[in-house]
């Protein structure tokens, strides 16, 4: 017994004081990029480590100038501008932002990392014991443009042109050239390299208000922009007039807008020249909004309650705009009236046929010789009656 148990003490011992045979070095997998910035913007850089044990990692930071002297980053560091948050899964992760960006923010970044036992032992000498990856920081004083107000089409009265307008006024660097967007997208042909930039709407419509930007780009240096929005109405530009439906089936009516802002949807029910909201008590209605997008689902169809008129009401903050459609909900039998019809047709044809047959032929009955108060007890059939009665009138 004595020699198994000092064996296996040797060996936990051994599993306690020798690393791991898997340990690794911690090691870089992604290092924190170098960026410039505009002055109010965001960064975030990112940091990714291996290593066996999982390694810890710091973010330390040196004035431009002064990359002799680095001092740790902590969360919430620069009155809370600075942010840093580290995951583990795999690897250890960590990602260092600062928001609302200063000129004094300009220098160096570092991510450090390291999973070394003797890392925070102050007689060691850190560049033995954590690996570094540096980025660099520009912040770039953001440049002025000086763009037009918001403008708010108006669709009633005379149709004017819409002229939006923006200025460079001031810039770090002479920038490049300059463009137009509309709702993120750029608008063909509007590059130019003037410091001014014109968009010219000629006519203008519902579906020309949105949000409006004007890009300035430079060289080695972010874009910058200014925003102008042109607000409108909303227009429904498309819809179901009407919806015709079997009773237990889903009817799904739908409206589409354009006008910007973009509307808030409601449905509801025209009730002859009244509105009344839609009775959803017994569960069957939904209603899912996008944007520029309504509709609205009925399950299980109710030949009852559900058949009318419906309106989709669209609002933003310049104005409103409605559209209707009927709803119809057939019974589960209106498919079958056709083939009840024919049906109908074919047996008054057989009963009328059959009975001008009989009529035609009266003696071939004649001899037929059952006694007539067998028949009047038992007798169902009707033809037989009648011609009963007809041999007997004769
Ligand atoms: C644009 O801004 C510059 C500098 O402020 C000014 O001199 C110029 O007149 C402006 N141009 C227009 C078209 O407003
Ligand atoms: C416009 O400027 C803002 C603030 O600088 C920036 O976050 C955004 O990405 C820019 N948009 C475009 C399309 O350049
Ligand atoms: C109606 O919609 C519900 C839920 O989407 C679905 O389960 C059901 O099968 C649909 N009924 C018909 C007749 O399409
Ligand atoms: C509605 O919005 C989507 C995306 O926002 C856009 O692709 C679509 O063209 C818009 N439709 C209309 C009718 O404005
Ligand atoms: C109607 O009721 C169902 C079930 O309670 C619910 O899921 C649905 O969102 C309601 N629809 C509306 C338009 O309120
Ligand atoms: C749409 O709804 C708004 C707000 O409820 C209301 O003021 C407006 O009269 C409605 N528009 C129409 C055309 O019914």
């Known amino acids: 017994m004595r020699p198994h148990a000092l064996m296996l003490a040797v060996v936990l011992l051994g599993n306690l004081t020798l690393p791991p045979a898997s340990a690794q070095n911690a090691g870089f997998v992604k290092s924190p990029l170098s960026e410039t910035k505009l002055t109010g913007d965001t960064f975030e850089l990112y940091c990714e480590v291996v290593g066996n044990p999982i390694p810890e990692i710091q973010w330390w930071y040196a004035e431009v100038n002064r990359a002799d002297s680095f001092k ?133 419509r519902a579906d020309d208000s949105g949000e409006y930007l004007c890009v300035y780009t430079f060289d080695k240096a972010p874009n910058a922009n200014a925003t102008t929005e042109v607000k409108a109405k909303p227009d429904i530009t498309g819809h179901k007039r009407s919806e015709n439906k079997n009773e237990g089936e889903n009817a799904t009516l739908y409206c589409k807008s354009v006008g910007y802002p973009h509307p808030t949807w409601k449905w509801r029910k ?75 047709e074919i047996i008054i044809l057989v009963v009328i046929i059959v009975v001008y047959e009989k009529r035609k032929r009266p003696d071939d009955i004649i001899d037929d010789d059952e006694p007539v108060g067998q028949m009047k007890t038992n007798s169902t059939n009707n033809h037989k009656d009648k011609n009963i009665r007809q041999r007997n009138t004769k």
């Open 72 to 204: 740790q980053l902590w969360d919430g560091a620069r009155k809370r501008r600075v942010f840093i948050n580290t995951a583990s899964g795999t690897n250890e992760v960590s990602v260092l932002g600062i928001t609302r960006l200063t000129l004094e923010d300009s220098g160096t970044y570092e991510c450090r990392a390291s999973n070394d036992p003797r890392r925070n032992d102050l007689r060691q000498n850190p560049a033995m014991t954590w690996i570094r990856a540096q980025a660099t920081i520009s912040v770039l004083q953001k440049p002025k443009i000086s763009a037009s107000d918001e403008i708010v089409l108006s669709m009633d009265t005379s149709i004017k042109p819409v002229i939006l307008q923006c200025n460079l006024t001031a810039s770090h660097t002479p920038h490049k050239e300059s463009f137009w967007m509309k709702n993120g997208q750029e608008i063909p042909n509007t590059r130019t390299e003037q410091r001014t930039t014109v968009y010219r709407i000629p006519k203008p």
């Open 270 to 344: 025209v009730d002859g020249t009244s509105y009344t909201d839609i009775d959803n008590s017994t569960g069957r209605f939904f209603i899912m909004d996008r944007d520029n997008y309504t509709e609205l689902n009925i399950l299980n169809l109710d030949i009852n309650t559900d058949p009318g008129t419906y309106q989709c009401n669209a609002t933003n903050t310049i104005g409103n705009n409605a559209q209707t459609t009927i709803l119809r909900v057939r019974s589960h039998l209106a498919p079958l009236w056709p083939f009840l019809g024919v049906l109908a």
